[in-house]
């Protein structure tokens, strides 16, 4: 069973930057893509961005200007940096893994999120 | 972007009872359209995939129909457990979008 454990600051001041870590255990970085999403309080879902295990990238072009996503293959990690962090960043962040037939080759249509991480709050306040 | 609107925002049902539950796409995204249900305090779980697809290990209550825009969520028998926030997503393009939620509690 694949699982994603995340960590990372949860309390930033505006203007600082927001840093975040997943790692996948019992599962392979390999041949899935991996987003990160958030969830402000009370409100919907936002996704990100999202890397495979070689380094290709998408990005929501709301937030490209600020974020970086990487991968880490030696310990099966990745990460996320937000920078210039406002008080509208204030979310619970969760790292995802986007599955589907054609993701492997690279497609990322027809697919979706099958295993979440936990959930790290992370809080921006003065 | 792909605009994702469900209906209704909320819902009240009780146990035993049937409820659908509605997404439209701003545009087509053929059936590249998913579902998650989430608890307070959890992460979401996915429950159907490219729209009729169920999920390993999800209840055969829940099923997807739609295609093209418009697409439904329906719960055939509603059980305790069932009650929370559900969320449509596309998977068409990016970035990928999700539908405000509706959110169904007991009546």
């Known amino acids: 069973q694949v699982q994603l454990q995340q960590w990372g600051a949860g309390l930033l001041k505006p203007s600082e930057t927001l840093s975040l870590t997943c790692a996948v255990y019992?599962?392979?970085?390999?041949?899935?893509?991996w987003s990160w999403i958030r969830q402000p309080p009370g409100k919907g879902l936002e996704w990100i961005a999202e890397?495979?295990?070689?380094?290709?990238?998408n990005y929501n072009m709301s937030l490209k200007s600020r974020v970086t996503i990487s991968v880490d293959t030696s310990k099966n990690q990745l990460s996320l940096r937000l920078r210039s962090v406002t008080a509208a960043d204030t979310a619970l962040y969760y790292c995802?893994?986007?599955?589907?037939?054609?993701?492997?080759?690279?497609?990322?249509?027809?697919?979706?999120?099958?295993?979440w991480g936990q959930g790290a709050l992370v809080t921006v306040s003065s | 972007d792909i605009q994702m609107t469900q209906s209704p925002s909320s819902l009240s049902a009780s146990v035993g009872d049937r409820v659908t539950i509605s997404c439209r796409a701003s545009q087509s995204i053929i059936n590249y359209l998913n579902w998650y249900q989430q608890k307070p305090g959890k992460a979401p779980k996915l429950l159907i995939y490219t729209a009729s697809s169920l999920q390993s290990g999800v209840p055969s209550r829940f099923s997807g129909s739609g295609s093209g825009t418009d697409f439904t969520l329906t719960i055939s028998s509603l059980q305790p457990e069932d009650f929370g926030t559900y969320y449509c997503?596309?998977?068409?393009?990016?970035?990928?979008?999700f539908g405000q939620g509706t959110k169904l509690d007991l009546k």
């Open positions: 890397i495979n295990h070689s380094g290709s990238t």
């Open positions: 995802a893994r986007l599955q589907g037939p054609h993701v492997r080759r690279g497609v990322t249509r027809e697919s979706y999120f099958d295993y």
């Open positions: 997503q596309q998977s068409y393009g990016t970035p990928r979008t």
């Open positions: 019992s599962g392979s970085l390999d041949g899935y893509y």
